[in-house]
């Protein structure tokens, strides 16, 4: 088991990756994960070394049936695992997670991610995450509402609000998501709820601030850090705005 996955028995660190912060109550440090997806296919190992001071890195799993697109697998996933010492974070936009996902955490990824409106059972698909020992994340779409999985997220460590369409890069950030990101903010800072708030979409140095004071603690980011000329430069920069 990767040391990423392993270190800090209280889900609390596992949740916070050790960074909980006493800024006000469930709060947690900002933290980028900057999205394969946008990087060089060509030459993932260097791009995955292009953001070493990341704190996860964030890839994109699509199978052409649940989106439209098709990108990286389960073999990737296995040989970025050998190269990278960063936390993998998979975001499996994917059918029939309970039949893949499991897989990519016996890979070592340390957070896999399912999609609510993938499987008619997350709860179980969290249990064999769990079990392989990564962290369980649910994500849901932007028209998908919260309320309906708010009980079922005491079992998941992250919930991934989407703030684009899943499928594509480069698409525009919707703002007019972010009341889920606040409902759940406060689930979080009342004790209903332990998990990160992760954003996925449109993430720049425009729209971070705004997630960020929405209550999104974690930051997936594709072509604002790729498409820099130092993506290493843009995850600080990326950082030092979700902290303001």
Known sequence: MPAAVSRGS???????????TSQRPGA??????????????AHLADEADAVGNADWLHVDVMDAHFVPNLTIGLPVVESLRKHTGLPLDCHLMIEDPKRWAPGYAEAGAHNVTIHAEATTDPVAVARDLRAAGALAGLAIKPDTP?????????????LLVMTVEPGFGGQKFRAEVL????????????????????????????TIMEAAEAGADTFVA?????GAADPAAAVERLRHLATR
């Open 28 to 41: 947690a440090e900002p933290m980028i994960a900057p999205s394969i997806l946008s990087a060089d296919f």
């Open 146 to 158: 919260l309320d309906p999985y708010v009980d079922i997220l005491r079992s998941f460590d992250t």
């Open 179 to 206: 009341p889920k990101v606040r409902a759940a903010r406060s689930l979080v800072e009342t004790g209903h709820l332990e998990v990160r708030i992760e954003v996925d979409g449109g993430v720049t140095t425009e």
């Open 222 to 226: 594709g072509s604002s850090v790729y």
């Open 10 to 20: 209280p889900r609390l660190r596992r949740v916070a990756d050790g960074k909980a």
